[in-house]
T-cell receptor, first 111, second 113 residues
Framework: GENVEQHPSTLSVQEGDSAVIKCTYSDSASNYFPWYKQELGKGPQLIID?????GEKKDQRIAVTLNKTAKHFSLHITETQPEDSAVYFCAASAPLGQLTFGSGTQLTVLP | SQTIHQWPATLVQPVGSPLSLECTVEGTSNPNLYWYRQAAGRGLQLLFY??????ISSEVPQNLSASRPQDRQFILSSKKLLLSDSGFYLC????????????FGDGTRLSIL
């Protein structure tokens, strides 16, 4: 089955700096890669996703890049703000497969 | 627009008691439905998923069961809770098809005493 590894497990950045979270996956058939943000006591919220026919996708301050050859994808947050502080999860799924989640990254944006 | 509801938000139960958590989705039909457990604020573990009424797939052997009595209703149950059943339980839905995003409810915090 699919295995997704996520790094780092914790990340602290100064407000205004960029944050990068990286994930690797094992199943070369995986073709869908969403990212979720989870605030304390809430369910994960989808913030951006990418499919395998695209190398990069951007939505305002958030971008995701995908390297299918190396089987890794990354989340980039620019101009971080205190409200970006949360746990972020990556996930991957193959056709007809279920989502497999990474173990999460606790992002803290310091004012 | 589609919404997903889970209740209760928090639950404290004694060991050996039964459990019933409910999840409903509005604004869509024939969704795929999922139950996850999240321990210690990290790592979502898929417990059950359903692609239609009465169709349940289990991902891990455990003390829990799931049922889907109606198209947009998903129930997580146990006859006798164990201490190890404590955790944060999340329901999610998506539309059928390849690469469809899952959307989560706000979860139920279950504490077993």
């Amino acid at each position: 089955g699919e295995n997704v590894e996520q790094h780092p497990s914790t990340l602290s950045v100064q407000e205004g700096d960029s944050a990068v979270i990286k994930c690797t996956y094992s199943d070369s058939a995986s073709n869908y890669f969403p990212w979720y943000k989870q605030e304390l006591g809430k369910g994960p919220q989808l913030i951006i996703d990418i499919r395998s026919n695209v190398g990069e996708k951007k939505d305002q301050r958030i971008a995701v890049t995908l390297n299918k050859t190396a089987k890794h994808f990354s989340l980039h947050i620019t101009e971080t703000q205190p409200e970006d502080s949360a746990v972020y999860f990556c996930a991957a799924s193959a056709p007809l497969g279920q989502l497999t989640f990474g173990s999460g990254t606790q992002l803290t944006v310091l004012p | 627009s589609q919404t997903i509801h889970q209740w209760p938000a928090t639950l404290v139960q004694p060991v050996g008691s039964p459990l019933s958590l409910e999840c409903t989705v509005e604004g869509t039909s024939n969704p795929n439905l999922y139950w996850y457990r999240q321990a210690a604020g990290r790592g979502l573990q898929l417990l059950f998923y359903s692609v239609g009424i009465g169709q349940i797939s289990s991902e891990v052997p455990q003390n829990l069961s799931a049922s889907r009595p109606q198209d947009r209703q998903f129930i997580l149950s146990s006859k006798k809770l164990l201490l190890s059943d404590s955790g944060f339980y999340l329901c999610a839905w998506n539309q059928g098809g390849v690469g469809q995003p899952q959307h989560f409810g706000d979860g139920t915090r279950l504490s077993i005493l």
